[in-house]
């Protein structure tokens, strides 16, 4: 049996049992006018004893239909038609000896036909109403052959057994309708249940944040991607304006105007940029609304690998096209600069040539980077031993002629591919190098343990990068060198991320500037 029958048959039990209840009530109220209504016929004399005895006979078989009702036994239908027979037994025998159906207590045949057509939802109503029709026409005859012709009326009995048939019937129609309405009202419940669970799973797959906030501004449903770009996890019906403020206000703003649909808002820490977007459930823009957010940090993610994704199918063609001629051009400006040994003005032409010829090599040899960061072998690196060879190779090649500072304890130990981590840091120390003031201590590395991370900082002395320029510090082909080729950096954090690790720009309190690598940080979150 499915849960649904089980609790349908339940349902159908529960009914009975209050069917048994009205039984008893009806009990209750025919004894007692049997001694407060003593100027009725049935309730004087002889007439009251009978009526008391055929009441105490209904009352015990109400009691036993108690019993049979917790047992569950027999089964419903035939227990229904078993206290529906004793019922109209119970009634034609009262109204019989209470004065026939002059009493007025064959009435009560009625609502007891009603109450089991719709306990039954229809089933054997019909059967019922005949039943009750038989005993009307056997008490009618009972009464031809034992009493005074002159007092009986056939017409109320006919009148009663068409009354019987057609509240049956009734019955019969309202349980129909009823039954009707539940299976629907089950179906719409089963619709509104798959709907609310499609819904959910669609708002969990939407990539941007979610909130649902009705006109109260209270916090109806909202995704794990709200909780992420947020960092917060409000209560369900909780106050947008308690919880989440910097998202209230621009909504009370969109409630008022009603114009613009999108806003820039900053979280509680300062760490992300979002825009919001309110969209109204309904024309009304008073009622519930969904509030979406996009973090503009991943969009610009997107748009960066959208860019480097067309630009890395034309690496290969670019290596092959531009490296060759680039090769003759910068071997036909050595044969030059050979010969312009007397002329001042070729050697400078010669020399503008070589310059751009190899811009453009250190260039396309940035562009093929791109497709080889993701090549990674990483592994346990000694960080305080490998910075010791990095500072002795970096000195030696660049003739910087002044040591790192270095900062490292000697059980650091972080995973990195060796390799990308020479890259990395060899861009940021030349760049370092480049713009600070080249003295002893100017250049230093720190490494330092942070929130569970193991945290390298690559400090200069020199100026720091502006405002308006840190937000596109890591773009591609971001620079603020006439001969640099803007791919360093964001090269840089590439690799780092590959590796699990985030490189960011610090603005130090003391001045200077401040590189810094996380390592062990994937996107922000920890791997």
């Known amino acids: 049996m499915t849960q649904t029958n089980r609790s349908i048959s339940e349902a159908l039990w529960r009914s009975l049992a209050l069917f048994n209840v009205f039984r008893l009530l009806t009990i209750i109220g025919l004894m007692v006018g049997i001694y407060t209504f003593t100027h009725a016929s049935w309730a004087r004399g002889d007439e009251r004893l009978v009526i008391s005895a055929i009441l105490g006979v209904y009352t015990l078989f109400a009691l036993v239909f108690i019993w049979a009702i917790a047992k569950r036994w027999p089964r419903f239908d035939l227990q229904l038609s078993c206290q529906v027979m004793v019922d109209i037994t119970m009634i034609v025998g009262l109204m019989h000896f209470g004065g026939g159906i002059k009493s007025g207590l064959g009435i009560l045949l009625l609502p007891y036909l009603a109450a ?13 109403a005949s039943i009750a029709t038989i005993a009307l026409l056997l008490e ?3 009464a031809y052959l034992t009493g005074d012709v002159d007092e009986i009326n056939p ?3 006919a009148l009663l057994s068409i009354a019987s048939f057609a509240v049956a019937w009734l019955a019969f129609r309202l349980s129909r309708y009823a039954e009707e309405n539940r299976v629907l009202a089950e179906q719409r ?16 797959d939407v990539s941007d944040g979610v909130f649902v906030v009705d006109e109260q501004g209270l916090i109806r449903q909202y995704n794990e991607q709200a909780v992420r770009v947020t960092g917060l996890r409000p209560e369900i019906g909780s106050q947008l304006s308690a919880d989440i403020p910097e998202l209230s206000a621009p909504l009370a703003r969109w409630r008022l105007q009603q114009g613009v649909a999108t806003e820039l808002v900053q979280t509680a820490d300062g760490r992300n940029t979002l825009r919001a977007r309110f969209v109204p459930l309904s024309a009304d823009g008073n009622s519930s609304v969904l509030i979406y957010l996009e973090d503009m940090a991943r969009l610009r993610r997107e748009a960066q690998q959208l860019k480097l994704a067309a630009l890395g199918r034309l690496t290969a063609n670019l290596a092959h096209e531009i490296r060759n001629p680039l090769g003759a051009i910068s071997h036909a400006a050595e044969l030059l600069q050979e010969e312009a040994n007397e002329s001042p003005y070729l050697q400078k032409l010669t020399r503008i040539i070589t310059d751009n010829s190899q811009r453009l090599e250190r260039m396309v040899k940035d562009v093929l980077e791109l497709n080889r960061r993701d090549r990674v072998n990483r592994q346990d690196i000694k960080l305080a031993e490998w910075l010791a060879t990095f500072n002795e190779q970096f000195e ?15 059980h650091v130990l972080v995973r990195f591919d060796s390799g990308h981590l020479q890259q990395v840091l060899w861009n940021l120390a030349r760049n ?3 713009y600070c003031t080249q003295k002893a201590g100017s250049l230093h590395m720190v490494v330092t343990r942070q929130h569970d991370f193991w945290v390298l900082d690559v400090v200069n002395d020199g100026p720091p990068v502006p405002a308006d320029a840190q937000s596109q510090l890591f773009e591609p082909f971001f620079t603020t060198e006439s001969k640099g080729t803007g791919l360093g950096l964001y090269i840089a954090r590439e690799i780092c991320a590959a590796n699990g690790a985030l490189l960011e720009y610090i603005s130090p309190p003391n001045g200077g500037a401040c590189f810094r690598i996380v390592f062990g940080y994937s996107d922000g979150q920890k791997i």
């Open 116 to 128: 089991a057509g719709l306990i039954a939802r229809g089933r054997m109503s019909l059967f019922h």
């Open 140 to 142: 009618l005859s009972w």
């Open 155 to 157: 017409m109320s009995s």
């Open 189 to 204: 419940s089963i619709d509104l249940a798959n709907l609310a669970q499609v819904n959910e799973r669609i708002l969990q």
């Open 396 to 410: 030696l090649q660049e003739k910087t002629g002044v040591a790192i500072s270095i900062e490292c304890d000697s």
């Open 432 to 434: 370092g190098w480049r």
